[in-house]
């Protein structure tokens, strides 16, 4: 989610650049209407997966999608991606907004020049402006880490949480379930929670301080993408990989990699290809005039080590291309 630093973002680049200004003009409903995908930001798997489902839905369907998004995590950025994308007055734009609040004037303009927003993974605090939110059930999947985590550590010791930063629907929702669910387990000590701007090395730095000033910490939840990638790491340097056990959001090539090896024990996996594809079809709809729901909640699993290579958890690991 935030400024390149693995090789994966230049697999991601070159995945949107294919992406970006794919069609299929000749069959389905879509009639030759151009819907543009706005990700979160480039360079994460997540929304890598969600654009090539949004890419074979937009072909099922005739309609012509591009894909854009700024380079880090950050609604100052994100603005004027979305003030270009109004210009070209797309029939419908999807949007992950990078903030609840921030990005409700340069949606509001998508909808004024007549496109329909349909909010992927994320969602603005103020409902109005949007067809659709399609996304995760985040409180739960929050919920399922603390679970996971609780049993990983046998139920006992100190364990801390590492986010992007306030103000992110997504990674708020998740926050909220594990501290609701952590907190139901008495012998447990939650740490709270320290946030890391979406930077893979200050990620890895929180954990590593923290690992240093509380010895008895035994684990920790990383509410997404790359702060998982950033706690790894940490935990790594630390040289208490296997012994601090790590619950992340997401299931990224490089995360199902540091699980399979033994840094990371659980990933509360998405269904990001599910969400693009979701999200093509609502816009569509929306614009032929039929009913869209106003939320669809889409569902994610805990992958563990045990059980990553069966068939039915294996559809939730995420691409670095399509």
């Known amino acids: 989610m935030k400024t390149p630093t693995y090789v994966a973002v230049t697999i991601a680049l070159t995945a949107v650049a294919a992406l970006s200004g794919c069609s299929d003009d000749d ?7 151009k819907i543009t995908f706005v990700q979160g930001v480039k360079g994460d798997e997540f929304y890598i997966s969600m654009a090539c489902g949004a890419q074979q839905k937009a072909k099922e369907l005739g309609v012509k999608l591009d894909v854009t998004g700024a380079d880090k995590w950050d609604a100052s950025l994100q603005t004027p ?10 029939d419908a734009v999807l949007i992950a907004p990078t903030d609840t609040q921030a990005m ?82 008495p012998g447990i000590t939650y740490l709270g929670v320290q946030y890391n701007d979406d930077d893979p090395a200050k990620a890895a730095s929180i954990v590593t301080s923290t690992i240093a000033s509380h010895r008895d910490l035994v684990g920790v939840f990383a509410a997404n993408v790359f702060s998982g990638e950033g706690a790894a790491t940490g935990i790594e340097q630390a040289g208490r990989a296997g012994q601090v056990k790590l619950i992340a959001f997401d299931a ?13 024990q659980g990933l509360i996996a998405q269904k990001p290809f599910d969400i693009g594809a979701q999200g093509v079809e609502q816009a569509v709809a929306a614009l032929d005039k039929k009913p869209v729901p106003k939320a669809i909640s889409t569902d994610l699993i805990a992958v563990t080590k045990e059980n990553v290579d069966q068939p039915d958890v294996s559809k939730y690991l995420y691409k670095g291309a399509c």
Do not use: C, W, Y
């Open 27 to 33: 069959g389905g409903s879509g009639g030759g209407r």
């Open 81 to 90: 991606v979305v003030n270009a994308v109004a210009a070209k007055s797309p």
């Open 104 to 185: 409700r004037q340069p949606e509001q303009q998508l909808k004024s020049r007549g496109a329909k927003v349909i909010e992927v993974d994320t969602k603005l605090d103020d409902a109005s402006i949007r067809e659709t939110a399609i996304s995760s059930d985040n409180e739960r999947g929050g919920m399922l880490a603390a679970q996971t985590l609780a049993a990983q550590v046998q139920e006992r010791g100190a364990v801390a949480a590492i986010s992007v930063k306030p103000g992110i629907s997504t990674t708020d929702a998740r926050l909220k379930g594990f501290e609701t669910e952590i907190r139901k387990h």
């Open 252 to 264: 990224t090539p490089k995360q199902v990699e540091a699980l399979r090896k033994g840094s990371i």
